[in-house]
T-cell receptor, first 114, second 112 residues
Framework: NAGVTQTPKFQVLKTGQSMTLQCAQD?????MYWYRQDPGMGLRLIYY???????DKGEVPNGYNVSRLNKREFSLRLESAAPSQTSVYFC?????????????FGDGTRLSIL | DAKTTQPPSMDCAEGRAANLPCNHS???????VYWYRQIHSQGPQYIIH???NNETNEMASLIITEDRKSSTLILPHATLRDTAVYYC?????????????FGTGTSLTVIP
């Protein structure tokens, strides 16, 4: 039982390049989330998907797009990468957006943009 | 969601109980207290959560004061692998994003 799996684990991009970060969960969860974590700061929500077929903006959505491909998979796309998007990206899932169930996180994608 | 306050760092001897405090004086009646930890270079790991009653699972115990203004996470027998940053979060379920605000947490160092 892998939980939440993120690929790739590391990536280096040049400014202006595009990239898609992949996330898959095997816990049959309805809701999925993308966060970013910067040094000395907590996690900030980029986008979330309450259920298959829906997506909504979080706290810091600018420069990103998402796709909820199916119940298991939720991808994050950077169309034109900028150095300010250098960060560690975490995907999470939970059973229901409006429940008190905890979110479960993947191990992150470390992204550097030169 | 409730603002939480935690000490920035703590030490604990290996094998002893680690008691991590958290103040959440503004917590409302329907907000749960969640604890996560983040070991260097890994994703946040869920530990435990509770509303008003004390909770225990295989990882830890959560003691919430009767007035719910503070709580303590207890790791009963700390090991070196428990060295991590521990986050206390006050949160209620919401259909507008359910974002967890992690803050800066407590850096726990378990000493051999």
């Amino acid at each position: 039982n892998a939980g939440v799996t993120q690929t790739p684990k590391f990536q280096v991009l040049k400014t202006g390049q595009s990239m898609t970060l992949q996330c898959a969960q095997d816990m049959n969860h309805n809701s999925m989330y993308w966060y970013r974590q910067d040094p000395g700061m907590g996690l900030r929500l980029i986008y979330y998907s309450a259920s298959e077929g829906t997506t909504d903006k979080g706290e810091v959505p600018n420069g990103y797009n998402v796709s909820r491909l199916n119940k298991r998979e939720f991808s994050l796309r950077l169309e034109s990468a900028a150095p300010s998007q250098t960060s560690v990206y975490f995907c999470a899932s939970s059973s229901l957006t409006n429940s008190n169930q905890p979110q479960h996180f993947g191990d992150g994608t470390r992204l550097s943009i030169l | 969601d409730a603002k939480t306050t935690q000490p920035p760092s703590m030490d604990c001897a290996e094998g002893r109980a680690a008691n991590l405090p958290c103040n959440h004086s503004t917590i409302s009646g329907n907000e749960y207290v969640y604890w996560y930890r983040q070991i260097h270079s890994q994703g946040p790991q869920y530990i435990i959560h509770g509303l008003k009653n004390n909770e225990t699972n295989e990882m830890a115990s959560l003691i919430i004061t009767e007035d719910r203004k503070s709580s303590t996470l207890i790791l009963p027998h700390a090991t070196l692998r428990d060295t991590a940053v521990y986050y206390c979060i006050g949160k209620r379920g919401s259909n507008t994003g359910n974002q967890f605000y992690f803050g800066t947490g407590t850096s726990l160092t378990v000493i051999p």
